[in-house]
Every structure is written in structure tokens, then in C-alpha cells.
């Protein structure tokens, strides 16, 4: 976190930023709410959550700030103060029951297909045993928890 001290607000990462020219997100502002302390404005902003981490800004950003892993960092803290959204919720839901983040329907199956790629990824629906090292994993990590806690 205390990189972000040597920005000098340059707007490279803005300008770099993929998910930017799709959402409101600006990352820029984000190092700059974080460097003045104004925290709900980065916490409590669904901007927050529209990077994908291609970690485009931090390779080019000029002062070698981690930008995204303080953005990772930051939705951390968002999530314990219970800034979760429904859909980051119904995502979590997904992973946890399913191993999968989201539904995988037909149309998956025929794009997959289309560019002649199995038509199931490997993941747990090539492998089902290994559910339960997901089931596990997010027990003993506590994030089923949390995410139960979350919905109240
Ligand atoms: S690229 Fe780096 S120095 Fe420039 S605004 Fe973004 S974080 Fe600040
Ligand atoms: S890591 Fe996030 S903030 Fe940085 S360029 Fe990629 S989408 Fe944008």
C-alpha cells in the first residue's frame, strides 16, 4: 500500500486500463481517494470491482506502484466491511456449490466447440473429484463462511 505514496497522478493506468473504456472505472482516481484517505469513496464504490487484474496499469505505470494488487487489497477490506454486492454473492454461491463461477449452459458448450476446444473445460466438469478439494478449500479457508455471513 505505502507505494502508492509516489504516484503523481500521471493517468497512464487510467489511459491503459481495458476495463475503463467499458465502466466508470477510473484508476487513477482510486490511488488518489486512497492516498487523501477518503476511504468509503473507494470502498463503497462499485468501481472497485469493475477491474478485471489484467495488470495492465501496474506494468506501465511510471513510479512502479502495485496498483493491482492494492485494488486486490482494497476489495478485500471491502468485502470484510461487507461491501458485497448481490452478484459478487450469487458468483461466490456458484463457486462454492459448483465449482464454477458461473452456469455452464449449452452455448458454452457450442462456442467451445466452435473454435475446436473440448467441449467442457477441465476444470470440475472434466474432473468431479475434484470438488471435493474445492469443498475443502473454501471451508478451511473460512470463505464459506464469510460469504454466508454476508447475505445476513
Ligand atoms: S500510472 Fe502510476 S503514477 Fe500514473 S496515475 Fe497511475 S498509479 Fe499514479
Ligand atoms: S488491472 Fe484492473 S485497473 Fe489495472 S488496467 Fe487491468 S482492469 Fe484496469
Redesign the pocket.
Known amino acids: 500500500m505505502k507505494t502508492l505514496y509516489a504516484c503523481i497522478q500521471c493517468g497512464t ?1 487510467s489511459g ?5 473504456r467499458y465502466t466508470n ?1 477510473r ?1 487513477r482516481l ?1 490511488v488518489r481517494n486512497i492516498q487523501l484517505g477518503l476511504r468509503e469513496n473507494v470502498l463503497g464504490s462499485d468501481d472497485l470491482w ?9 506494468e506501465r505505470c511510471p513510479r512502479n506502484i502495485m ?2 494488487d492494492i ?1 486486490r487489497v482494497a476489495r478485500n477490506i471491502a468485502f470484510e466491511e461487507g461491501h458485497a454486492k448481490k452478484p459478487h454473492l450469487y458468483v461466490a454461491h456458484m463457486f462454492i456449490n459448483t465449482g464454477h463461477s458461473i452456469k455452464f449452459a449449452d452455448e458454452h458448450r457450442k462456442l467451445r466447440e466452435s473454435v475446436n476446444v473440448s467441449s467442457v473445460p477441465p476444470t470440475v466438469l472434466s474432473y468431479p473429484e475434484a470438488m471435493e478439494e474445492i469443498s475443502k478449500l473454501t471451508e478451511l479457508s473460512g470463505f464459506k463462511k464469510k460469504v454466508l455471513e454476508r447475505e445476513g
Do not use: D, E
Not at 491503459?16 to 475503463?20: D, F, I, L, R, V
Not at 469493475?50 to 501496474?58: E, L, M, S, V
Open positions: 493506468c491503459s486500463c481495458p476495463a475503463g472505472l484508476t482510486i469493475a477491474c478485471t487484474t489484467c495488470y495492465t496499469c501496474q496498483i493491482t485494488v
